[in-house]
């Protein structure tokens, strides 16, 4: 009965309802302001409305529209005032706020008309600019939680692609200027592993690993690895070399394998894999020949996630290299046992590597007069295994060979680990204590640039056998070398033959060159192939074809040439009907 006379009397009064719902939009816009208001007496006035059952119509409306006008100019003067990330922070506190608003004094079914006012204003029409202005330090800072607040409230107004657009291009950015700038070849991979890392992190952390934001990094990544063709793969088999050789100090093997399951992910992005398995295969050779592979059981299980990535093909010759390592020490074994070990005296032990051509790079042969002793062991070997592989041929790849050289200097007795020119240069100054530049070069008849390198690394080193006069750090022809009686060092065994484990621009050029080699092959293989299906193609077709086929980036220039050459060959004719040659 109160309540209908108070409907009839009172809340009927148009006026007074007017100045009523004023004084309440006035109180909850004070409360936005900050000001402290009666929060009780704006929950029994809203809690009247409701029992009069004029709630809906006659207040929540005007909220509404309240709502929506105050935050349209605080969006259009805070998105100016703040930076970014304290923008979104605003933001957040708003919505914080709202929800608190319609819990303590407004009805629930309001909540979601505030939460849009503030959506619609503050973080709708200002995505862009949020992005524009503060993307790149949140990425860079790694700021997971400013991050992770974008990513909620722009899910809130449907704008995610948006972020994942940005995240993208942020991460093209970064990474191109890392792969473009050549004087940051040395610390590449490792940048590009910490930039995979971080971006993994923000992807879990702060995105919920949405698959629209790993599809960005994915893609992101396949890009920029691939702008500066070759060289990320090159350097991507360096690094693993580092991590696979010895003396890698600091690193367990659970370490080492952690390192490697992450640069696989760099691996599968790159294009040219091939340039990765050449200069792999090369570095394998010489930490399996100079025994500076750190675990060979690390060895195999890169060789097993690249046979679980690439196929058995990839991986043939190198699995091909560690069955002739195996087959090696059993020949050796063998050998010891033989009779042509009484031929031999026991102040000389020497390992035998017989290597199966087709498996191992391609050494050019390396000429020198090696000292008696050590020839002698090279003939009776070859003479013990060409009795028991009959029809073979064997060349003695001497660039790869390394010893270990008892040696007295003074009153101190060493060992030296050194290469097998290096050991010839040495075993010399047991005749004399000094030969001129041009007496070794006489004596050893080595070629000129391995001579250099070789008396360089032990007259001009860190550690000198030999004393170089004049003194400098270049070799030259009118050179004098002398044996350093007085040479110190705190090691027993000491290392001078890290030249060989020191890739040589000669290697490198003759390594790439052999990837370009490979490629041809396998572009004329693949055009007959082709051509043999389909009979009749025009060249767009058939390039076509060709990109489906092949692995590796491929010109139009390239494939000209191909053509051409296929087509004077006599395996491809032009088609007389067709008036453009290809």
């Not at 409907?7 to 148009?14: F, G, L, Q, V, W």
Request: aromatic share 8%; glycine share 4%.
């Amino acid at each position: 009965m109160g309540l209908q006379l108070f409907r009839a009397h009172i809340a009927s009064d148009s006026q007074i309802e007017r100045k009523v719902v004023q004084g309440i939009l006035s109180l909850i816009s004070k409360e936005r302001n900050g000001e402290t208001v009666d929060r009780v007496l704006l929950k029994s006035v809203v809690g009247m409305f409701s029992e009069l059952q004029t709630y809906i119509e006659r207040l929540e409306q005007p909220i509404k529209e309240a709502t929506h006008k105050y935050y349209a100019v605080e969006g259009m003067s805070k998105i100016d005032a703040l930076d970014p990330t304290e923008y979104l922070i605003h933001v957040d506190r708003r919505m914080e706020e709202e929800r608190e608003r319609t819990a303590l004094y407004l009805l629930p079914r309001t909540r979601p008309l505030l939460l849009t006012g503030v959506l619609d204003h503050l973080v709708r029409p200002h995505t862009g600019t949020i992005l524009a202005r503060g993307f790149a330090h949140m990425f860079d800072a790694l700021r997971l939680d400013d991050l992770a607040r974008n990513y909620s409230l722009y899910a809130l107004v449907h704008a995610l692609s948006e972020l994942a657009q940005q995240f993208h291009l942020h991460i093209k950015k970064v990474g191109t200027e890392l792969v473009q700038n050549s004087q940051l070849d040395k610390t590449m991979v490792q940048s590009l592993l910490d930039l995979r890392n971080k971006c993994d992190t923000i992807v879990e952390n702060a995105f919920k690993k949405d698959p629209a934001f790993v599809h960005a990094v994915k893609g992101a990544f396949e890009y920029f690895i691939n702008v500066r063709q070759n060289r990320p793969a090159e350097l991507i088999a360096k690094y693993v070399d580092k991590l696979l050789r010895a003396g890698n100090k600091g690193m367990t093997e659970e370490d080492v394998e952690t390192q490697l399951d992450k640069i696989m992910v760099l691996f599968r992005y790159i294009n040219g894999k091939d340039v990765f398995e050449a200069f792999f295969k090369k570095d394998l050779a010489k930490r399996l020949l100079l025994n500076k592979s750190a675990s060979f059981d690390a060895e195999k299980s890169m060789i097993s996630k690249l046979k679980t990535e690439c196929g058995s093909s990839f991986t043939g010759k190198l699995e091909g290299m560690f069955k002739d390592m195996d087959l090696s020490k059993e020949i050796l074994a063998e050998f010891r046992q033989s009779k042509y070990m009484t031929d031999l005296g026991k102040e000389l032990d020497m390992n035998v590597v017989v290597l199966t051509t087709g498996y191992w790079p391609t050494y050019p042969p390396m000429d020198i007069k090696l000292p008696i002793q050590l020839s002698q062991y090279q003939d009776i070997f070859r003479t013990f295994y060409l009795s028991k592989y009959q029809g073979r041929r064997l060349m003695w790849q001497n660039s790869l060979g390394h010893c270990v050289l008892k040696s007295q200097f003074g009153r101190h007795k060493k060992e030296l680990s050194v290469s097998l020119f290096q050991t010839a240069v040495l075993l010399m100054f047991n005749h004399a204590s000094s030969y001129s530049y041009k007496d070794i070069k006489e004596n050893l008849g080595l070629d000129v640039k391995e001579l250099h390198r070789t008396l360089l690394s032990l007259a001009c080193g860190r550690v000198r056998p030999l004393l170089k006069r004049p003194q400098g750090k270049e070799v030259k022809e009118d050179d004098v070398f002398n044996f350093n009686a007085d040479l110190k060092h705190k090691l027993y065994r000491i290392k001078i033959n890290s030249i060989q484990l020191k890739e040589t621009e000669e290697e490198n050029t003759k390594t790439k060159e052999s990837v370009f080699m490979e490629r041809q092959y396998q572009i004329d293989a693949a055009i007959v192939r082709i051509m043999k299906t389909r009979k009749t193609l025009s060249h767009t077709l058939l390039m076509a074809e060709l990109y489906k086929q092949l692995k590796f980036p491929l010109t139009p220039p390239d494939v000209k040439k191909r053509i051409e050459s296929l087509i004077d060959r006599d395996y491809l004719e032009r088609d007389p009907a067709s008036r453009h040659p290809p």
